[in-house]
């Protein structure tokens, strides 16, 4: 059976499923198949609970003619999702970037949907999968979609892009995450801008931040859309504040780094007419979630969550940041970085001789390159360990900045901080 065949099937319902657990009756089920498991053996599971087709690659589970044979699942999913996009003939919007990818689509999605109906990318679901799934979450009465496109080698960009086919485009910028897969700054720098390549082919649009040299250099060759001048940073402590033509935008999100993420969503706005109060309310009804940078308020201490991910840039702004804060006490609990490559030890120790140069009252590193680097403060070689000496010298009184990549799983030490 071919794509058109398939899309016959999935446009009664525009439901795609590749989880058994969580199947919904007349969705068409993707057995895909990884290191440890292989979707195959669920298709009649699948079927059962409601699935009107299972599509299968392995002929030796084929039950009846509910399930459909194709050569390979993962590549009919991605077929399927690019002709599902041409169909749908509406804006496409693409970002990526080393930080604030997800916060910037959710932004760009809350403003968005204050005048339209939008789909966008569910959480940090933003690879060769992701990218599919979300394009066939959007239905006929979809009016505009964002798409987050993440990466952590050359060429991914530009494979999701043709899979996308984007209108508009934005990278938040080019930091140090994912050395060891881009092999350096350079990689990174290279492998971002394949969404630019792929806009200047199509005759696409960008929008850029001015300030950033890079953006700049890289679509000196494309139309550009930029951040209107007239938003003025108003400050951070700790929440970000803008000033514009029509007043103040309070924002709900800590740190200056967080200022050029709203400032991608109200130029988006406004390139989608949208009104400065419309824009101004979605702004300021946005509350970050998923442990990104997340203000929590305890018994007795005051904590900045950011535990979702971590590098080496991500690190560097948001410790600049809240050394800044006008808080009398502050400690810093970090957690590893990873996905550096051959680069991780020097990294690791460039924090660290940062955060030791800051006036905390106390910096406590956790995980195994941490616990390698030279420092006067405290260093940790697992969780257990950091949540030993934290019960055994209970936090009070502070304001907390957790910080560490996504595997540390830092947000644990909330059940022990008070």
Do not use: W
Request: hydrophobic share 40%; with cysteine; net charge negative.
């Amino acid at each position: 059976m071919g794509i058109k065949e398939i899309y016959t099937l999935y446009s009664k319902y525009y439901l795609v499923d590749t989880d058994t657990r969580n199947i919904r009756e007349h969705a068409l089920f993707f057995a895909l198949k990884g290191e440890k498991f292989n979707g195959n053996k669920f298709a009649h599971t699948a079927l059962e609970q409601g699935a009107a087709f299972a599509i299968i690659d392995e002929i030796e589970f084929k039950i009846n003619d509910k399930t459909i044979v194709v050569d390979n699942v993962l590549e009919t999913l991605q077929q399927l999702a690019n002709y599902h996009r041409l169909q749908l003939r509406i804006p496409i919007i693409a970002l990526t970037g080393s930080n604030g990818k997800t916060t910037t689509k959710e932004l760009i999605n809350t403003v968005l949907s204050e005048k339209y109906t939008t789909t966008a990318t569910l959480g940090n679901l933003n690879n060769h999968i992701g990218v599919p799934l979300t394009l066939l979450s959007m239905t006929p009465n979809t009016e505009i979609g964002i798409v987050e496109m993440g990466a952590n080698h050359q060429k991914e960009i530009e494979f999701l892009c043709g899979i996308a086919a984007p209108d508009f485009g934005y990278i938040t910028n080019f930091g140090k995450a994912h050395l060891e897969g881009f092999g350096g700054i350079e990689g990174v720098v290279k492998g971002k801008s394949e969404l630019y390549a792929f806009l200047q082919e199509h005759h696409k649009v960008a929008f850029i931040n001015p300030k950033d040299p890079i953006q700049v250099e890289k679509t000196r060759e494309l139309k550009t859309i930029c951040f209107p001048e007239y938003l003025k940073f108003l400050g951070a402590d700790p929440f970000v504040k803008i000033a514009s033509e029509d007043g103040e935008i309070e924002s709900n999100l800590i740190g200056a780094y967080n200022y050029t993420n709203i400032l991608a969503a109200i130029t988006i706005g406004i390139h989608f007419k949208l009104k400065a109060t419309e824009i101004k309310k979605a702004i300021e009804n946005y509350t970050p979630t998923n442990n990104r940078s997340q203000i929590i308020e305890k018994e007795s201490n005051h904590i900045i969550l950011d535990a979702y991910n971590a590098n080496p840039s991500s690190m560097e702004v948001a410790l600049e940041n809240f050394s800044k804060l006008k808080k009398a006490s502050k400690v810093v609990i970090l957690g590893d970085m990873f996905e550096l490559g051959a680069q991780s030890t020097i990294e690791h120790q460039a924090i660290v001789n940062l955060a030791d140069a800051m006036p905390f009252s106390q910096t406590l590193y956790v995980g195994e390159h941490f616990y390698k680097t030279s420092t006067q403060n405290k260093q940790f070689r697992n969780f257990e360990a950091l949540k030993a000496y934290i019960t055994a010298n209970p936090l009070k009184q502070e304001s907390i900045l957790i910080k560490g990549s996504r595997g540390m799983q830092l947000e644990r030490i909330l059940a022990i901080i008070d």
